[in-house]
């Protein structure tokens, strides 16, 4: 029975009854130990008639234990695996060690999870609830908040419960805090719990309205003013310390074993000379449960567990954990593995082998965390130096795979000397310059980069090269010095021909090469792109691949895709290979989807949002920015987060969304440089299609003309900074970086290139050149069509048509152009042509036979797949989702679209796209 916990139980309730409905939610309960999260828990299984109810809760000394608290949690519906699509199974199947060989990602992990509890839903609800979170393993606390994250229309609840200051925390859930009871609601619960105590006072005044705490007190000694937890610790020793010797030793085992299973503590027990019959004191006395049935034991509360162990003597805590060790069976390495470690007294090579072989065997099947711990662990048992290091290399690489880089940091720093041979300091160094990179120190994260890839250059070329090509991407936000700096040690490496980086790296210097030629140079606040000289970029240069090349002769060579691709799908949008770039990153996201690379699917789908994007679609490219944003939030990207919320701020500014542009353009600047130039082009092409002209071009300047003036989205702003520059009769000022785009576009040597320049010299040329140049700038957009930029063509060249009083002739761009806009969404746009052409005397242009509005970007992609005939299983498999939240999603998008099956969806997808 509750006592109180009015408002708690109506949050639970309305959880319950809104997954009943179909509309799936979590909870986080939080508070201090003892405070009734374990009850409302409790109450929620038992409100739960007719529900399927699984359970989990972390154990302090499990945490280590990779995807400890997801086996538990799923242990009840291991026989429903079947049912999945087959990567989701395989990958569930091989974390929770079901099946040999490598485990999934954990994003697939986690889709997995969330197709299973959906698939439980279709024939119950489902409420899954978890406790002492904070004692999680990480692994499964980050599996378990990517399915929260992810639950949409499934009858499914999930209820979390953990301390406010410990532990993996959910964030991104919707959470409660659980404080003290009222005063009247415990002395109720203290009059059912002691009805004959002599002085309730003392202990209400001592509990504090801690509901543990109410019960635990009376049978224990005065405690002062210790806060709740630290007097319910004294009164659980002062209980622990009246039962038999025997007894405490058996207590001592129970709470060193993490997995309470019965068959291991009764071994664990003859190994230590006790029986059954020496738990029976601390069973009458209610400390500990034993349920034969399961076959586990349970403290009664976590705090009692930790006490028995905090008070037990170091020797007897070294005989528990020896004897615990041989109790454990070869399908328990680590468990074995840890226990034994934790009976060293001192070096031992023995127990440092066994916990390194099964921190193997743990990081084999995705447990990076808890595997982590264990070499570190091993690396000080150790006494063979040699080993110590190489062990303390795999930590280190172990953390930087779970994503723990503070963690990776921390331990390469310590084990970091000038002595070290050069692979262990390569190895130390690149972890200590992923770190900084994650930071944004880009600069020491580039120093450490180049420094490592140096010292493995002459014997190992190959893995040089792939730091290298890391080096590359953090250069890219350090500066065009140290672009040329690791472009020249890239490619001055001795690749072997068969190396599958060797023809990525030959393409990234084509691409990359004319920024840091001989003319290149840091950019004034006049100064145009660099890229003025160096090498061809267009493929044509002996020895140099274009991207399909490249592309075909590194999968030839055994590349490891899409990873060993990314970097140049990306680099191929710097010379405007949009069309190449388009190609690739489609096919990229694809494997990667397929082979669960989920890691690398937010730097794939924002390059093919941008090639999308510049290819005249940018309804497809938001899309797979706000997946590649929601990706990169679950997989902890910062770097790509911030790139992506400029992105979707340019798209906002087109649309005419102001204050959308402004908040994402703010969420870019608040996560370092590397989304700045996106979030600084969005706010000049907002203020230049509302005419602010002023600002726009101090927006434009500060981007083209600044440190970033090298990337990809400065330079394509510059034909908008000569547009707001020309508006405020400041030509003159756009000199150097319109020479430095026309040198960019001959090397590009793309028609939509050449248009873009002729649209710029149409505006600065004095009118009897400017039609020429108008004209042929139209030719380039009809030999290459780009409808945003044909259209910001036919506006201008419309507007200087009307202002020579021509206009009739006017009429036909402007009418065009406004077409145009409105098929983009690009509602400034349009309204700045129809004002144009209504002043020509023209009639306003008709709007597109069929335009789509309102629906949202995961909409509209799941529209997009339906009407190629995916199923709805199908679909969810790519986008992460739950069939069922497919079909939700469907539902909703039907009336917005005007249609009322699945079968019309085919007549739509022109307007979506």
């Known amino acids: 029975m509750l006592y109180g916990r009015g408002t708690e139980r109506a949050a639970v309730d309305r959880l319950l009854a809104a997954a009943g409905e179909g509309r799936a939610g979590a909870l986080v309960l939080r ?132 301390r406010e200051d410990d532990g993996p925390d959910p964030a991104g859930l919707p959470d409660l805090r659980i404080g003290p009871l009222a005063e009247p609601d415990a002395a109720a619960l203290l009059r059912h719990l002691a009805p004959e105590l002599p002085d309730p006072a003392r202990v209400l005044a001592a509990a504090a309205g801690n509901p543990l705490a109410l019960r635990e007190l009376p049978h224990g000694a005065d405690t002062g003013a210790l806060p709740p937890a630290g007097r319910l610790r004294l009164a659980y020793h002062g209980q622990v310390s009246r039962l038999p010797g025997r007894t405490q030793r058996w207590l001592l085992l129970a709470a060193l074993e993490e997995t309470g299973a019965l068959e291991v503590l009764l071994r664990a027990a003859a190994e230590s000379g ?37 008070r037990a003597p170091l020797v007897d805590r070294l005989a528990a954990h020896r004897a615990l060790a041989a109790a454990h069976g070869p399908a328990e390495p680590l468990r074995r593995a840890w226990h034994r470690a934790l009976a060293a007294t001192g070096r031992d090579a023995d127990a440092a082998g066994e916990l390194a072989a099964a921190a193997g065997a743990a990081a084999a099947r995705g447990g990076h965390t808890g595997a982590s711990a264990a070499y570190e662990r091993a690396a000080r048992l150790s006494p063979d130096p040699d080993l110590a290091r190489r062990w303390t290399v795999e930590a280190v690489e172990a953390a930087l795979e779970a994503g723990e880089v503070d963690r990776a940091e921390r331990l390469a720093l310590a084990a970091d000397r000038p002595d070290s041979d050069p692979v262990t300091r390569a190895h130390l160094l690149f972890a200590r310059g992923v770190a900084e990179f994650w930071r944004g120190e880009h600069g020491p994260a580039h120093r450490r980069l180049t420094e490592a890839a140096a010292l493995v250059a002459d014997p190992h070329p190959g893995p040089a090269a792939r730091v290298l090509v890391q080096a590359v991407h953090v250069a890219w936000y350090d500066g065009l010095p140290a672009v040329r700096d690791t472009l020249a040690a890239l490619t001055a490496l001795p690749l072997p021909a068969d190396d599958p980086l060797e023809p990525v790296v030959r393409y990234l210097a084509a691409a990359l090469g004319p920024l840091v030629g001989e003319q290149g140079q840091e950019q004034g606040p006049d100064a145009g792109p660099a890229g003025a000289g160096g090498a061809d970029v267009g493929g044509a240069g002996a020895g140099v691949p274009t991207l399909p090349e490249a592309e075909r002769a590194a999968r030839a060579a055994g590349a490891e895709v899409p990873v060993d691709l990314a970097l140049a799908c990306g680099a191929g949008l710097v010379p405007g290979h949009d069309a190449e770039v388009l190609d690739l990153a489609r096919r990229l996201v ?25 290819d005249g679609r940018p309804g497809l490219a938001a899309d797979h920015a706000a997946e590649a944003l929601g990706l990169a939030r679950d997989t902890g990207q910062p770097l790509w987060t911030g790139q992506l919320h400029g992105f979707l701020a340019y798209l906002s500014a087109v649309r005419g969304d102001g204050d959308p542009c402004r908040e994402q353009a703010a969420a870019a600047f608040a996560r370092g440089g590397a989304g700045a130039p996106w979030a600084r082009w969005a706010l000049g092409v907002l203020d230049l299609g509302a005419g602010r002209a002023e600002d726009a071009f101090g927006q434009l300047a500060a981007l083209t003309g600044g440190p970033h003036a090298h990337h990809v989205s400065a330079v394509r702003a510059v034909p908008d900074l000569v547009e707001a520059a020309v508006r405020l009769r400041r030509g003159e000022r756009t000199a150097g970086p319109l020479a430095g785009f026309e040198r960019w576009a001959a090397q590009a040597d793309r028609p939509w290139a ?9 505006l600065l040329a004095p009118d009897e050149f400017a039609e020429d140049c108008y004209l042929a700038a139209l030719a380039g957009h009809a030999e290459q069509p780009r409808p945003w930029e044909q259209a910001r063509t036919e506006l201008l060249y419309g507007e200087w048509l009307r202002r020579g009083r021509r206009k009739a002739e006017a009429r036909a761009p402007l009418r065009s152009a406004e077409q145009a806009f409105r098929r983009l969404g690009a509602g400034p746009w349009a309204e700045r042509a129809r004002l144009e052409l209504e002043a020509t005397g023209g009639p306003a242009a008709a709007g597109p036979e069929r335009t789509v509005a309102g629906l949202t970007p995961q909409e509209s992609q799941i529209v997009r797949l339906a009407a190629q005939g995916l199923s709805n299983r199908e679909i969810a498999a790519q986008l992460f989702l739950s069939a069922r939240t497919v079909g939700h999603h469907l539902y909703k998008a039907y009336p917005k679209l005007g249609v009322g099956s699945r079968t019309d969806l085919a007549g739509v997808l022109p307007a979506l796209s």
Do not use: M, N, Y
């Open 31 to 162: 508070g201090e130990p003892g405070i009734g999260k374990s009850a409302l828990l409790d109450a929620a299984a038992g409100a739960a008639a007719g529900w399927r109810v699984l359970r989990a809760a972390g154990v302090e000394s499990e945490a280590r234990l990779p995807h400890a608290v997801l086996s538990q949690l799923l242990a009840p519906a291991l026989g429903e695996l079947g049912g999945l699509p087959g990567p989701q199974r395989a990958a569930l199947e091989r974390t929770l060690g079901l099946a040999d060989g490598p485990a999934g990602d954990r994003l697939l992990v986690g889709l997995a999870v969330l197709t299973l509890l959906g698939d439980l839903a279709e024939r119950q609800p489902v409420l899954a609830l978890v406790d002492d979170l904070q004692w999680a393993d990480p692994e499964s606390a980050a599996v378990l908040r990517l399915a929260a994250r992810r639950l949409g229309a499934e009858r499914v609840a999930l209820l979390l419960a953990t």
């Open 274 to 310: 006790l029986d059954a019959a020496d738990l029976a004191p601390a069973e009458e006395q209610g400390l500990l449960k034993v349920d034969l049935t399961a076959g586990r034991v349970a403290f009664r509360h976590p705090l009692l567990r930790s006490a028995v162990a905090d």
């Open 590 to 614: 694809r494997e990667g989807r397929e082979a669960g690379a989920f890691g690398t699917l937010p730097t794939l789908l924002f390059f093919l949002a941008e090639a999308e994007l510049f």
């Open 754 to 762: 050449r248009a873009l320049v002729h649209r710029c010299h149409a």
